[in-house]
C-alpha cells in the first residue's frame, strides 16, 4: 500500500501563492488515481482536485478553477497543488489522496497540511 506526507502549507496572504507537495512512498505514485482534498473549520471534507485516471486528465472544484493547478512528477513520486491568487476562504487543512484505479474511493489519506489565508 502506499503512504502519502503533504508538506508545503502555512501563513499566506490573499492574492498570494502557496504550493503544496504530497510525496507518496511504499508504492509508485503512478499506480494510483490521485486527488487533493480540504477541510476547513466546522466544514466537511470538500473535493479540490483530482487526475482523473491514471493519465493525465485533470478536474477542479468550481471554487478554485483557473487559481489552482494540480500536477506530479512520476520520477519523484511527488503530486503538486499550485495554489495562486488563494483567498480567505482557501483556509483549511489540505490532504492528498489516492485510491486504486478499479476504486471509486479514495482510500489511502495523507495527515494534512495547514493553510491560512489571511485578509
Known amino acids: 500500500q502506499v503512504q502519502l506526507v503533504e508538506s508545503g502549507g502555512g501563513l499566506v496572504q490573499a492574492g498570494g501563492s502557496l504550493r503544496l507537495s504530497c510525496v507518496a512512498s511504499?508504492?509508485?505514485?503512478?499506480?494510483?488515481?490521485m486527488g487533493w482534498f480540504r477541510q476547513a473549520p466546522g466544514k466537511e471534507r470538500e473535493f479540490v482536485a483530482t487526475?482523473?485516471?491514471?493519465?493525465?486528465?485533470?478536474h477542479y472544484a468550481d471554487s478554485v478553477k483557473g487559481r489552482f493547478t494540480i500536477s506530479r512528477d512520476n520520477a519523484k513520486n511527488t503530486m503538486y497543488l499550485q495554489m495562486n491568487i488563494v483567498k480567505p476562504e482557501d483556509t483549511a487543512v489540505y490532504y492528498c489522496?489516492?485510491?486504486?484505479?478499479?476504486?471509486?474511493?479514495?482510500?489511502?489519506w495523507g495527515q494534512g497540511t495547514q493553510v491560512t489565508v489571511s485578509s
Open positions: 487526475f482523473t485516471g491514471s493519465g493525465g486528465s485533470t
Open positions: 489522496a489516492a485510491r486504486e484505479v478499479t476504486d471509486a474511493q479514495f482510500f489511502y
Open positions: 511504499g508504492r509508485t505514485l503512478s499506480d494510483y488515481v
